[in-house]
């Protein structure tokens, strides 16, 4: 039995990796939830299975290493981080769009401290990184296949790859593991074929991140080479071939970034996207990110021990948000920064403890060959390509943050280092009876295992799988019925549940003509507000979406309950201002309403979408001197021209001469639309200008290309216009 257990789990070891390719269609967010729920399973059997060995065989024992040691600690850390977060189930649990939390970083270490226990000689390691490449070269394939146009790419730019991730970022670092992974499988297969096709592989993967995009992730690469050259020139006295080589790779790389950042502006630069991307590499261009991180440090100062906990970043968002973020997205869950999000999420604790798990690998790394002068030159590669990835890994997480593929392999290369550096072994209880072992350890280990299984992940599974079945129902009523049903699973996804539940009621019951229904629908909203509400108190979120739903339903003034509730929250968010604005004026109180989306203007000018919000203001409460002036520069009429909403207004409004003035702009700017001609003729008439009307429509007949139907339809407007005339 225990050569089958240690069979299993050595296959539960090797099969975390392949998470790679699973897409679950059938879930919320596919490219998360499956990916990440079938870790966290297979995690959990490879657990139980390493305990059973453990108690059983000491051979199975872990063994102490400061990475080991450090990041046990971590782990306590960011308990007490989670405890004393404003949402503590969150921060446990995460989201379906995330996936992360407390629960996402415990199975990180467990991997870790399974894989590193189990895989105990360099012949396991070797097959194990070999397995690593055969799947990376799986997905470089696809990813080349997306890169010629055989396959689709779910998200970003046409040419950004994206694999089977869903996100080229995602992709880029999958890349960079999978190229260092090569390369260490290269270093010491002593087949010469296999050491070629490796090493073939490992410039497969790395080109294949300039074909991701991602602009973090090149620098990773770049200061990861640095790191293995510098390494490799400072400690390679014993080798002095691979020294020199070091050493003039280093002035080679200087000369290469120095020469393309002196042709940044050049055709050939611009006219290639990869390039053309990386050539816009700089500090101005990292605008938004910086004033992210700037409000990040706020929420640090605030909570600067233990920090706010796992998936917390929001009310940081919100309670110090800046206008200036206006434009961007609206809701960032991340501070897009791994310094800034560790210092968030855990404090200067769990900072330094994350970056102390970083430091004692490299340590480690820099340690042995401290001690050793006569290692190997094959030891020496290794251990300067484990240092130059943990370099690039940083780099690269300086910029965004990670997912459950990069724990994955963050946790090979900790394990990687730990077991080739670990000395001491842990000494733990051991069952020396076979028959205790089998006959009692063995079942209660099993039936942990399925409760474990069940309680962390079926019913996440299932309200992920519902939410989908959910959102595919042809009616109101199937839908209802989905959501309640879905919100029964008790899941860490209910936040998500409800708010897909609220957008569905705010257009629910602009088609429900009963009062009952309505009464049934709104009743439902408000239990499942409160729910929500209790589940995670102080965050603006559902109060703005609730808020939202309402308006959406013609129920400004209950609309108003919830802004005004939100606007306690995040006192300065743009939207908001903008949404109580708006709905101030709906109720009639014109003044208050004008002076909400002045200030969310006037908080940041240089926002042109603010203005034309302010403006469309102006129009309802008829300040038109007002709107005069905010559309009089250049800039700002070129914008108005191209903002449809003030279309709409000034026609409501009757303002026929203003419309009319972005309507005749609109068409010089470009004269082969066919419906900026149509709408003109429309406003033209409405003006009382049937004659000029007609006249437009003659000469768009000669001067624009139109269909067969669009000719038609003019030559029938400017029938009915002739009549009317008469």
Do not use: C
Request: aromatic share 12%; charged share 20%.
């Amino acid at each position: 039995m225990q050569s089958i257990i240690r069979s299993l789990t050595l296959a539960g070891i090797f099969a975390v990796p392949a998470v790679v390719f699973i897409v679950s269609e059938t879930m919320f967010f596919p490219y998360i939830t499956g990916k990440n729920f079938t870790f966290r399973i297979l995690v959990e059997i490879i657990t139980v299975g390493w305990l059973i060995l453990a108690l059983r065989d000491v051979a199975y024992r872990p063994r102490w290493s400061w990475v080991l040691g450090v990041f046990g600690v971590l782990l306590v850390s960011m308990f007490v981080s989670d405890m004393l977060s404003p949402s503590t189930q969150k921060s446990f649990m995460s989201n379906f769009e995330r996936m992360d939390g407390y629960v996402t970083l415990a199975h990180t270490f467990l991997y870790f401290i399974v894989t590193a226990s189990m895989l105990t000689t360099q012949k396991l390691w070797q097959q194990f990184f070999g397995w690593n490449v055969i799947l990376a070269t799986l997905l470089a394939g696809y990813g080349i296949l997306q890169a010629t146009g055989q396959a689709s790419i779910s998200q970003g730019a046409s040419w950004r790859i994206d694999g089977t991730l869903g996100n080229s970022t995602y992709m880029a670092i999958y890349m960079l593991f999978s190229a260092v992974i090569a390369a260490l499988y290269a270093l010491r297969t002593p087949v010469v074929e296999r050491k070629w096709v490796a090493g073939i592989l490992a410039l497969l993967f790395t080109v294949l991140i300039f074909q991701t995009g991602t602009r973090g992730t090149v620098l990773g690469l770049l200061a990861g080479g640095g790191t293995v050259a510098l390494f490799l020139a400072v400690r390679g006295r014993s080798i002095p071939r691979v020294r020199n080589i070091a050493s003039g790779v280093l002035i080679l790389g200087v000369v290469l970034v120095g020469s393309f950042m002196a042709l940044r502006n050049t055709a050939l630069v611009q006219e290639t996207p990869m390039l053309q991307r990386l050539s816009q590499i700089s500090l101005s261009e990292g605008g938004i990110r910086f004033t992210n991180w700037g409000m990040a440090w706020e929420g640090v100062k605030e909570r600067p021990i233990f920090g706010w906990g796992h998936e917390s970043f929001n009310y940081v968002f919100n309670a110090y948000y800046d206008p200036a973020m206006y434009g961007a997205e609206e809701w960032y869950d991340r501070a897009h920064n791994i310094i800034f999000d560790w210092l968030v999420q855990g404090g200067f604790v769990g900072a330094t403890l994350y970056f102390g798990l970083i430091g004692a690998a490299l340590y480690l790394l820099t340690r042995q060959s401290r001690k050793d002068e006569t290692e190997t030159e094959t030891e020496l590669l290794t251990r300067a390509l484990l240092a130059g990835l943990l370099v690039a890994y940083v780099v690269h997480n300086f910029f965004v943050f990670d997912n459950v593929v990069s724990y994955i392999y963050f946790a090979i290369i900790l394990a990687y280092i730990h077991t080739t550096h670990a000395r001491e072994e842990i000494h733990l209880p051991q069952v020396r009876d076979e028959r205790t072992w089998s006959h009692v350890v063995v079942p209660i280990a099993g039936v942990a295992l399925a409760v474990i299984i069940f309680m962390v992940n079926v019913p996440g599974i299932r309200t992920a799988q519902n939410l989908i079945t959910t959102l595919m129902a042809p009616d109101i009523t199937g839908r209802l019925a989905g959501f309640e049903h879905t919100l029964t699973q008790g899941s860490f996804g209910n936040q998500e549940v409800r708010e897909q539940l609220l957008q569905f009621l705010g257009k629910a019951v602009a088609a429900t003509t009963s009062e009952e229904g309505k009464t049934m629908l709104f009743n439902v909203a408000e239990r499942e507000i409160g729910a929500q509400i209790a589940e995670k108190p102080g965050d603006a979120r559902i109060y703005i979406l609730a808020g939202s739903m309402y308006r959406s339903a013609g129920i400004p003034a209950k609309a108003l309950q919830y802004y005004n509730e939100a606007l306690k929250l995040t006192p300065e968010k743009t939207t908001l201002k903008q949404e109580l604005g708006m709905t101030h004026i709906a109720l009639g109180d014109t003044e208050k309403g004008l002076e909400y989306l002045k200030d969310a203007y006037e908080k940041d000018t240089s926002k042109m979408r603010a203005r034309m919000i302010y403006a469309l203001g102006t129009i309802y409460v008829r300040k038109m001197d007002v709107y005069d002036e905010l559309i009089a520069d250049e800039a700002a009429f070129a914008a108005a021209v191209d903002t449809d909403f003030l279309y709409q207004a000034l026609y409501e409004q009757k303002d026929f001469t203003r419309v009319r003035a972005l309507y005749a702009a609109r068409l010089a700017r470009d004269p082969s639309v066919f419906d900026t001609w149509k709408n003109l003729a429309v406003v033209i008439y409405n003006s009382g200008d049937v004659a000029e009307a007609i006249a437009l429509l003659t000469s768009a007949k000669e001067q624009a290309t139109f269909t067969v139907e669009q000719q038609e339809e003019i030559d029938t407007m400017i029938v009915e216009l002739q009549k009317e005339k008469k």
